[in-house]
């Protein structure tokens, strides 16, 4: 079974400064990772995706997120932040289902809610 | 091309009344899946459907089922409504392997009173 741990529930920021939202996430087989962002209201977007490769992923808007596989961890990274990336981004894991099929489910973190203040 | 659809939009139901949701995926796509969301958590896996067939089930009450038509469109159904069960329902697309991204459509509210 996968599970993931999103370190904070909330990230209060200001405006061109840089920020990191944490995401940490334990399975006994290999998983692809994703990043979804979700604005009020509406569902989810891809910001990126980890399948294999560089360990360095660039997604959209100007995120990026770092694969490290010895600390299981997936942080989304961002180096200057605009109050449009106020939302709530989730960290998920794509595993195979217990039958060990590859049409995989999506187990997601409980979410951070970036605030990017003027 | 039109992104994941989902009908309705918000609804409102009794306790003990049934209730279907319905989903559109993107064209080409052959793989839906059904997540739960309630308000202040990530989203739970409910269901997965890949050519018609289930191919994964989340931890839900039988209460909960699900089916995928020839047009690969789906329906969920909750039976026997309980005041829990008000949450955002989200539909997402995808061409199958988990190696691919699951689209979102933008989900149906739920509450239950």
């Known amino acids: 079974a996968q599970s993931v741990t999103q370190l904070d529930s909330q990230v209060p920021v200001f405006e061109e400064a840089p920020v990191e939202l944490r995401c940490n996430y334990s399975s006994s087989v290999s998983v692809y990772l994703f990043w979804y962002v979700q604005y009020p209201n509406q569902g989810l977007q891809l910001l990126l995706k980890?399948?294999?490769?560089?360990?360095l992923v660039k997604g959209i808007n100007g995120f990026e997120a770092e694969f490290n596989k010895s600390q299981t961890s997936f942080h989304l990274r961002k180096p200057s932040v605009h109050i449009s990336d106020t939302a709530e981004y989730f960290c998920a894991v794509s595993g195979p289902n217990a039958g060990g099929t590859s049409y995989g489910k999506l187990t997601f973190g409980q979410g951070t809610i970036l605030t990017v203040h003027p | 091309d039109a992104g994941v659809t989902q009908s309705p939009t918000h609804l409102i139901k009794t306790r003990g009344q049934h209730v279907t949701l319905r989903c559109s995926p993107i064209s080409g796509h052959k793989s839906v899946s059904w997540y739960q969301q309630v308000l202040g958590q990530g989203p739970q896996f409910i269901f997965q459907?890949?050519?018609?067939?289930?191919?994964g089930r989340g931890n839900f009450p039988d209460r909960f089922s699900a089916r995928q038509f020839p047009n690969y469109s789906s329906e969920l159904n909750v039976n026997a409504l309980l005041l829990g069960d008000s949450a955002l329902y989200l539909c997402?697309?995808?061409?199958?392997?988990?190696?691919?991204?699951?689209?979102f459509g933008p989900g149906t509210r739920l509450t239950v009173t």
């Open positions: 980890y399948l294999s490769g560089s360990t």
């Open positions: 459907y890949y050519e018609k067939e289930e191919r």
């Open positions: 997402a697309s995808s061409l199958g392997d988990r190696r691919y991204e699951q689209y």
